[in-house]
């Protein structure tokens, strides 16, 4: 199993980026995708997850309204668009697949990790 994340890079405060993550090696469409993020000297944290069917979203407060995920399963791939980013949203972010498909698992319950795509975002 792969998961490659890109997208990543560096904007100014305010600005956007999609990040994208493709998978290969498992049954796409029956897993749940999510996205997380790492800070340097944090843990790794949840920011937002999408089930098998795209159908339901979960996002972490601080970004809700300002990102968004979604899915093609054609092409097994998992987006996150991030819109108005601000400092504290820079970090490592990591896709990884969540073999139950519903989206609402704790992040040690996930089967497949991607390597992550630094994100930074200046003030």
């Known amino acids: 199993v792969q998961l490659q994340a890109s997208g990543g890079g560096l904007v100014q405060a305010g600005g956007s980026l999609r990040l994208s993550c493709a998978a290969s090696?498992?049954?796409?469409?029956?897993?749940?995708m999510g996205w997380f993020r790492q800070a340097p000297g944090k843990e790794r944290e949840f920011v937002s997850a999408?089930?098998?069917?795209?159908?339901?979203?979960y996002y972490v407060d601080s970004v809700e309204g300002r990102f968004t995920i979604s899915r093609d399963n054609a092409r097994n791939t998992v987006y996150l668009r991030m819109n108005s980013l601000k400092p504290e949203d820079t970090a490592v972010y990591y896709c990884?697949?969540?073999?139950?498909?519903?989206?609402?698992?704790?992040?040690?319950?996930?089967?497949?990790w991607g390597q992550g795509t630094q994100v930074t975002v200046s003030s």
């Open positions: 090696g498992l049954a796409f469409s029956r897993y749940a």
């Open positions: 990884a697949a969540d073999s139950t498909g519903y989206g609402n698992s704790p992040l040690r319950d996930y089967d497949y």
């Open positions: 999408i089930n098998w069917s795209g159908g339901k979203t």
